[in-house]
């Protein structure tokens, strides 16, 4: 299949093709559309507040709450998609990571579509056609939950009591067996490469687990926000130390 | 749910609701093609030597990964979302760990309840400013500083960074994931799905590694459905969005 690619496909230069213009442009339109929404509930409500018994000011107060709750989830993801800048260029970053999607859903996508064109995620093989490639299905997957909600919203508010009499235990068990099963497989798949790859998702997967258990001893919910961040730091930190003490094999 | 039809008999709150799912439908239409455009536009637009058939292999890949989660999840917040917010929570994202308890936090302040129209309209004020707050510190310090900060490290740790910042994302998502779903019977059927599937059929059947995770998805739900403890009522899934 690589016999197809182009010279310049097999150029691993991400960033010259990750941060052209006119995907900033695209990118910024995305953000341009949330505003617009936002303007137009805000306006809609606005008008709407004495049908609903809600004042102009508790209106105000809630938009202020829901702002400042916002805070530092926000921050949260800014470091992650911060950690993953080099990977996808910023454009990318601030639709998939930001907005859309989330840094496990978007990373994910990004590493299976990857394995496709048999390579790794950011790997000496992750060429800029293969960041194409991941950048779409990327993309494409997160069409799949906007879709989704396009097609299932007005649906679900004409009230169709068919999709609410799913058997509420299929609804619990087969969406958590899908998620742990998609990660599970991407996780086992890193115990297959270098032995930097395997100490990683060790300290990665370690610090979260401390992160979790001080979250939970000292009742301090934000460390469970930032627990993501953090623990892509302690696992780059560490990965770069053993990568150059002379762990991974010469690339 | 019954309040929703009882209130919108009231013209105003009729008009509200057609405004906001028609305004939400039509930027959410505009934010989907805006972000697949960007690809797109690579593939095209560079000689990249890019196939409709990798194009497809990726595709299918990713969505048997994920196509249960695209249904389930918008079925999932809807009844705690509602109509308008729905078109709002699905493109702004992070929406367990960030909009919702925002919503909380705006109708625990001016005292609404969740399910009634005041409820409603609280939630739907308190996520457009957690949209504001959010776009605003992704233009700020993502798309600015951040830019910036990338340019500035050196070359060697960014190639670093690049080749192991998956593993590091994914052994935090995992534990994170197996703590908060807490279904230990559904987490050890997914981990010796994924040993088998990975280390013993795809080495004996090579062709199997592009839908490899396809299939560990399909047969740990399979599975966990026909082994699922009959007497345990099960405890509410956390999702990823």
């Known amino acids: 299949m690589k016999t197809t690619l182009t010279p310049e496909g097999a150029s691993t230069d991400i960033l010259g093709i990750a941060n052209l213009p006119v995907l900033w442009v695209l990118a910024i339109g995305v953000f341009g559309a949330i505003i617009v929404q936002s303007l137009v509930y805000m306006k809609a409500a606005k008008k709407a507040g004495p049908a609903a018994d809600i004042s102009a000011a508790e209106l105000k107060d809630s938009f202020r709450a829901g702002a400042v709750a916002a805070i530092g989830p926000s921050l949260a993801v800014v470091l992650v998609s911060i950690a993953l800048l080099t990977l996808f260029g910023t454009p990318a970053v601030l639709v998939r990571i930001g907005l859309v999607g989330s840094a496990a859903t978007e990373s994910a996508s990004a590493s299976l579509a990857a394995g496709t064109m048999g390579a790794a995620l950011g790997g000496p093989d992750y060429t800029q056609a293969v960041f194409v490639v991941a950048f779409m299905a990327m993309s494409l997957s997160g069409a799949g939950w906007m879709l989704a909600t396009l097609i299932l919203t007005p649906i679900l508010t004409r009230g169709d009591s068919k999709l609410r009499r799913v058997n509420p235990a299929l609804m619990m068990i087969v969406p958590a067996a899908a998620l742990i099963g998609a990660f599970a497989s991407l996780g086992v798949a890193e115990f297959g490469k270098t032995p930097v790859h395997i100490i990683s998702i060790l300290v990665s997967a370690a610090t979260m687990f401390v992160c979790l258990l001080l979250a939970k001893a000292m009742s301090a919910s934000w460390l469970r926000e930032w627990g993501l961040g953090i623990s892509i730091l302690v696992g780059l930190a560490v990965a770069y130390i053993a990568h150059t003490s002379g762990m991974a094999p010469a690339a | ?241």
């Open chain 2, 1 to 241: 749910m019954s309040s929703r039809t009882a209130a919108a008999t009231s013209g105003s709150i009729a008009e509200f609701d057609r405004t906001t799912t028609r305004w939400g439908r039509i930027t959410m239409i505009t934010a989907l093609i805006l972000s697949l455009a960007a690809p797109v536009y690579l593939v095209f637009s560079t000689d990249l030597g890019i196939t409709g058939s990798m194009i497809w292999a990726a595709y299918l890949a990713v969505a048997a990964a994920f196509f249960v989660l695209w249904f389930v999840e918008p079925i999932t917040y809807f009844p705690v979302l509602g109509p308008a917010a729905m078109y709002q929570a699905f493109m702004i994202g992070n929406i367990a760990n960030k909009l919702l308890p925002s919503a909380l936090v705006a109708q625990a302040t001016i005292g609404a309840k969740a399910g009634t129209k005041r409820g409603e309209f609280s939630a739907l004020m308190a996520i457009c400013g957690a949209a504001m707050v959010h776009v605003f510190s992704m233009l700020l310090f993502v798309g600015v500083l951040g830019t910036y900060l990338v340019s500035i490290i050196p070359a060697d740790v960014v190639d670093v960074a690049r080749l192991y910042i998956f593993p590091s994302i994914i052994g935090a998502v995992l534990v994170q994931l197996i703590v908060t779903v807490r279904q230990p019977r559904v987490t050890v059927i997914a981990f010796a799905v994924a040993l088998l599937v990975l280390f013993v059929l795809v080495p004996a059947v090579p062709a199997l590694a592009k839908p490899a995770t396809g299939i560990v998805v399909l047969l740990t739900a399979t599975l966990a459905w026909f082994l699922r403890s009959r007497k345990d009522a099960a405890a509410p899934t956390t999702l990823v969005n």
